[in-house]
């Protein structure tokens, strides 16, 4: 027997295939597709403190082997999210993980501590790297002292897995991932979207409402590899890789670079079946390289 | 309604004019139950620069030959990419997605299509006329090569045409038709599909007589069932998916669409 | 009639289509299949003051479109250039620019200086983002003192337009070029490579003998477009948008976000005629568009 | 030798065996002169993970058709999709690239392929033979299903065989062959394409008796002409590039290729 299961921290996971936020809805939009509970475990949509219309539209545009999104946190807010969307997802048996988002550390926090009495959610993961909302959100994530702030606030309020979403917008994401650690993260997850632009040369306006948005898919996958590569070696804590991850081989290749996890987001788009052949083709690489536990790959990259 | 995500194989390509084929594509599983007005994400397959899913309505659906129709309007790589797909090609398909025209019965419908806004309009047609409607169907384009499959339209409804530069049936946009110049327009329900001017304009009109005005409209999506936000349309709930909580809406719902209406806005094709 | 001329400084490019350093050779490589002269301008390989071999193969991996590569400055160094290669492209009549790299300043300032004394050569393109070399290169680019030291101590040698290439692995590219042009820069050019990683899943090794190297292509396009973007806002001498132009649609789009002219890098490789194509096609647009110069499109974009 | 970027129209793909394709192109214009040992960049179209082009050897070149001949092995996204190309289908190839084997004359020679390595010695031998050389060719593969074309190659060579299963012709490495074991070698030249390691292994035995081994080196290479300084390989001389200055090799000129020698490593099929 092939042993799938990965410790993020105290988050013991069947597998190491997550869900990225943004990209999996609330989960039931892929009910249809899927066993949801068959993935490792699921990172919701961003909820922040006060109701979000986010952007307005056009919110997307596709760009060679990715897309840009300028989505800008829309969600009801926490109390909406405590109400009528955590019953909901009481259904899946799977770890369940919130994706905490905001523009002031108090609103974090707010959302922080109102997660941290859901019994159902696992885990936070604390976007401080969303490059498409004004204030607050990717600017928390691209300066060690703010990372610091945010991070420590949130630690105080929450006692469960703590997840830091690291920003590749910056010059050495080695620093901002030791400072979140020192702030008491539990562990990194890496990367969000990158900062990009997309112009429509006919009408010679930007594509994107908000001009700039959120570069992702498997365009990103060298830059979001190479991070966690770094990053990994620089931390103790438990790295968790996302981006541009489509196929198992790519799921491997962060394994390999050090994530003791990974999560998937644009692909579910393209196929909402992704992520279980990802699981099953890990579990193929595996059996094929007479490899017992999935664990013995994170990390082993022969250099 | 359950979605799936089922493989078909092309059966026929009909090339309808410079720019539109029509595909009849072939499940390899038993057809879903589908309503018309929802839509297709289909895979391009080959295409470099299309990594996501392409949005289409279903056109026709023939139960009977396990098919369905999308009529498709060449305007980027992803469409020509489709256009030029041969009889055995393969395409995987996620369907049915989104809400669907409302059915009605026994009522007096005016169904107006601009340029490859017919498309949903067929399967929509078919229904309303099974369920005992009187069908009118006011197809507009630019010139007669822009207006589309109006025979086959006539099949379940009396077809109207309009062309903006009178090629064919009356001059100008569709909003100019004599149809809408009756004093009190006889129908129970208006649907509409096309660019949004010419949707905001017959919505109008519409509205205007009191009469319900149900439009299908288009976004950039990237998932098509409600998981990325990305194709958000404004309405006065705030912002809403059109991938699930459209394509088709009430135009009363939307924001913005009774006030800056832009009436008789051209038909691009 | 048309007219494709733009300004670069004191440059006058009888259109704004360059070649981007590392990406065309010395420019004959191209000879059997443009005429070279019907460019802008050609931005030649990289010279060092040193002879140096680069880095070990493998140099290349291949990404979803896009490459990464880890060439390493390989060149035969300032001398050599000046004895054999200088001489070679005097047959070319357009613009000559040289590409500067090293990994000390004062390494920069000697193959400047020595570039200065070249009349064939009317300027030079100092990278200070070389990714692909353990010492300098990318350093120099991503910490607004050393990115100004260099430039400084160049700038005192060398007349003519100065041309300050930039790294995009950077928080804030704004501050480094309005760094780069306090310290004298004529123009910026932007971006080098995105700093990369590509792993062989099958192998468990990286691909590159370098582990990580510089990413190019389509897929980094719409990060290039918006660093062009927020610094053609931010600086008052010109900018030259560079990464992933593969077609006149692309070159457009740079020069609405802001470029005075661009450079076509990888796309060389896919098509050695990509460059002659993307001037076609750019005087196609103009025509189409009614418009008489191209000058009238660099920072068009309507927002 | 100029080069040139070409659009070839497929005429025929025969499958040889398994993961092995052999495709006729018709060039739309006069092919250019090219020589053996040369390679063409190929552009494949609709493949989304091959931006660049694939070097692929030129396998026979036929001037009164006006086509050449490559011989594919499918190992990736690219090839494979080269392999599915149909008759009429279109290609964009640049050649001919490379420096090419120097032309021999009236020697005895040994031709030596292992695996897709046989590639660029079809148009070799026939050349060789040609020049009025006497040709014998090894084909080494891992069992008789990977021993393409010894028919068609034995038009010109003396044709041996060895597979490492024994399946067909001798068991063994290439370099276990019997043709290796006579005291003095018979060959003013043994000209070799394969594997590194199998490379290293012949060269090893060719320089041991002073027979002089010219090679064919694989590199991953991004342009093809020089342009990149990707495709380097350590040489005697420092980095010099696989597409420009090989992909022919004296074995003398390679760093480490005399030293490091792994006699008999396995052929890949
Ligand atoms: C619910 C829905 C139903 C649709 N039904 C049909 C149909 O039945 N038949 C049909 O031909 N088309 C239909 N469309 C439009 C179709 O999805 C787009 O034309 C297609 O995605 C363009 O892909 P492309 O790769 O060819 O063009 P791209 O290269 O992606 O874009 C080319 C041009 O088309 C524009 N464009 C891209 N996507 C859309 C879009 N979704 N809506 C409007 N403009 C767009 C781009 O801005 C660009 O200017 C529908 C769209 C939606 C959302
Ligand atoms: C000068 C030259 C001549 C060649 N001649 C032939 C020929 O006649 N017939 C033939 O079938 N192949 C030939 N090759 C190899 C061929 O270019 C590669 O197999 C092809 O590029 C792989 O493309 P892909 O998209 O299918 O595989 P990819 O998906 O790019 O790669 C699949 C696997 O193949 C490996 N690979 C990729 N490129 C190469 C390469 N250049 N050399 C070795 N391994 C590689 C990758 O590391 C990977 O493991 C030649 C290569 C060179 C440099
Ligand atoms: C449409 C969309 C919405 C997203 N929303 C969020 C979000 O709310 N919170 C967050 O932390 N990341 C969000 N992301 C970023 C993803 O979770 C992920 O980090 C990124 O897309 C890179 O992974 P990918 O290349 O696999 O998509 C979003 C991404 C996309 C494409
Ligand atoms: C193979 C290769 C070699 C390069 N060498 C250099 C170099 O010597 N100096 C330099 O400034 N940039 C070098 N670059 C970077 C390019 O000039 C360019 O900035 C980058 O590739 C982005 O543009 P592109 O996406 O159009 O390729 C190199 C790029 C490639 C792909
Ligand atoms: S397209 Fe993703 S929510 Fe509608
Ligand atoms: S492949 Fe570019 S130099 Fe050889």
């Given at each position: 027997?092939?042993?799938?299961?990965?410790?993020?921290?105290?988050?013991?996971?069947?597998?190491?295939?997550?869900?990225?936020?943004?990209?999996?809805?609330?989960?039931?939009?892929?009910?249809?597709?899927?066993?949801?509970?068959?993935?490792?475990?699921?990172?919701?949509?961003?909820?922040?403190?006060?109701?979000?219309?986010?952007?307005?539209?056009?919110?997307?545009?596709?760009?060679?082997?990715?897309?840009?999104?300028?989505?800008?946190?829309?969600?009801?807010?926490?109390?909406?999210?405590?109400?009528?969307?955590?019953?909901?997802?009481?259904?899946?048996?799977?770890?369940?993980?919130?994706?905490?988002?905001?523009?002031?550390?108090?609103?974090?926090v707010e959302v922080a501590e109102k997660m941290n009495r859901l019994d159902h959610i696992s885990a936070i993961e604390l976007n401080i790297s969303c490059p498409n909302v004004k204030e607050g959100g990717m600017a928390f994530g691209t300066s060690c002292p703010s990372a610091i702030a945010v991070t420590r606030a949130v630690r105080e309020v929450y006692d469960k897995t703590l997840?830091?979403?690291?920003?590749?917008?910056?010059?050495?994401?080695?620093?901002?991932?030791?400072?979140?650690?020192?702030?008491?993260?539990?562990?990194?997850?890496?990367?969000?979207?990158?900062?990009?632009?997309?112009?429509?040369?006919?009408?010679?306006k930007p594509v994107l409402s908000t001009i700039t948005g959120g570069l992702s898919g498997p365009a990103i996958k060298p830059v979001a590899l190479r991070m966690v590569w770094q990053v990994a070696k620089a931390v103790k804590i438990p790295v968790i890789g996302i981006g541009g991850i489509t196929t198992a081989t790519d799921a491997i290749e962060f394994l390999l670079a050090g994530?003791?996890?990974?999560?998937?987001?644009?692909?579910?788009?393209?196929?909402?079946?992704?992520?279980?052949?990802?699981?099953?083709?890990?579990?193929?690489?595996?059996?094929?390289?007479?490899?017992?536990?999935?664990?013995?790959?994170?990390?082993?990259?022969?250099? | 309604?359950?979605?799936?995500?089922?493989?078909?194989?092309?059966?026929?390509?009909?090339?309808?004019?410079?720019?539109?084929?029509?595909?009849?594509?072939?499940?390899?599983?038993?057809?879903?139950?589908?309503?018309?007005?929802?839509?297709?994400?289909?895979?391009?397959?080959?295409?470099?620069?299309?990594?996501?899913?392409?949005?289409?309505?279903?056109?026709?659906?023939?139960?009977?030959?396990?098919?369905?129709?999308?009529?498709?309007?060449?305007?980027?790589?992803?469409?020509?990419?489709?256009?030029?797909?041969?009889?055995?090609?393969?395409?995987n398909i996620m369907l049915p997605l989104g809400n669907g025209f409302p059915a009605e019965e026994n009522g007096k419908v005016l169904l107006v299509g601009g340029g490859c806004g017919i498309a949903p309009l067929w399967f929509l047609g078919e229904n309303l006329k099974k369920n005992g409607n009187d069908v009118t169907m006011l197809i507009g384009g630019r010139s007669s090569k822009?207006?589309?499959?109006?025979?086959?339209?006539?099949?379940?409804?009396?077809?109207?045409?309009?062309?903006?530069?009178?090629?064919?049936?009356?001059?100008?946009?569709?909003?100019?038709?004599?149809?809408?110049?009756?004093?009190?327009?006889?129908?129970?329900?208006?649907?509409?599909?096309?660019?949004?001017?010419?949707?905001?304009?017959?919505?109008?009109?519409?509205?205007?007589?009191?009469?319900?005005?149900?439009?299908?409209?288009?976004?950039?999506?990237?998932?098509?069932?409600?998981?990325?936000?990305?194709?958000?349309?404004?309405?006065?709930?705030?912002?809403?998916?059109?991938?699930?909580?459209?394509?088709?809406?009430?135009?009363?719902?939307?924001?913005?669409?009774?006030?800056?209406?832009?009436?008789?806005?051209?038909?691009?094709?």
């Open positions: 027997m092939t042993d799938l299961s990965v410790n993020v921290h105290k988050l013991n996971l069947k597998n190491p295939v997550l869900t990225a936020s943004g990209t999996f809805g609330y989960g039931e939009e892929f009910d249809d597709f899927i066993d949801v509970n068959a993935l490792g475990g699921i990172i919701v949509k961003a909820t922040t403190s006060k109701h979000r219309e986010g952007n307005p539209y056009p919110r997307m545009a596709e760009t060679p082997m990715g897309m840009l999104n300028a989505v800008g946190l829309q969600n009801k807010g926490i109390d909406y999210f405590v109400d009528k969307i955590y019953p909901k997802l009481l259904k899946y048996s799977n770890c369940i993980i919130a994706n905490v988002s905001d523009s002031t550390v108090e609103g974090y997840i830091v979403k690291l920003s590749p917008n910056v010059t050495s994401i080695i620093e901002i991932a030791q400072a979140v650690e020192a702030a008491g993260a539990d562990a990194v997850s890496l990367i969000n979207t990158l900062l990009g632009m997309a112009i429509d040369a006919e009408k010679r994530a003791s996890a990974i999560q998937v987001g644009t692909a579910n788009f393209v196929d909402p079946q992704a992520t279980v052949k990802i699981i099953s083709g890990i579990e193929d690489y595996l059996q094929r390289h007479g490899i017992s536990d999935v664990k013995q790959l994170i990390g082993g990259l022969i250099v | 309604m359950k979605k799936y995500i089922l493989n078909f194989k092309i059966i026929t390509n009909q090339a309808l004019n410079y720019n539109h084929n029509l595909l009849e594509l072939k499940c390899d599983e038993p057809l879903p139950e589908m309503i018309p007005g929802q839509f297709a994400e289909v895979r391009v397959d080959g295409s470099v620069n299309t990594y996501l899913r392409r949005p289409f309505s279903i056109h026709r659906v023939d139960y009977a030959k396990n098919t369905i129709h999308l009529l498709i309007k060449s305007v980027g790589e992803g469409t020509r990419n489709l256009a030029v797909l041969r009889s055995g090609d393969k395409v822009d207006v589309l499959l109006s025979e086959e339209y006539s099949e379940f409804a009396k077809v109207l045409i309009s062309t903006e530069d009178g090629s064919l049936g009356e001059t100008g946009m569709v909003t100019a038709h004599s149809v809408f110049k009756q004093e009190n327009l006889p129908f129970t329900t208006i649907y509409c599909c096309g660019p949004d001017g010419m949707m905001k304009a017959v919505s109008h009109i519409a509205e205007k007589q009191g009469i319900p005005c149900l439009v299908s409209l288009e976004n950039t999506m990237a998932c098509g069932i409600g998981a990325c936000l990305c194709c958000v349309v404004d309405t006065k709930l705030g912002h809403r998916c059109v991938c699930t909580d459209g394509p088709v809406f009430n135009s009363k719902e939307l924001k913005g669409w009774s006030a800056e209406t832009e009436v008789g806005c051209s038909i691009e094709n």
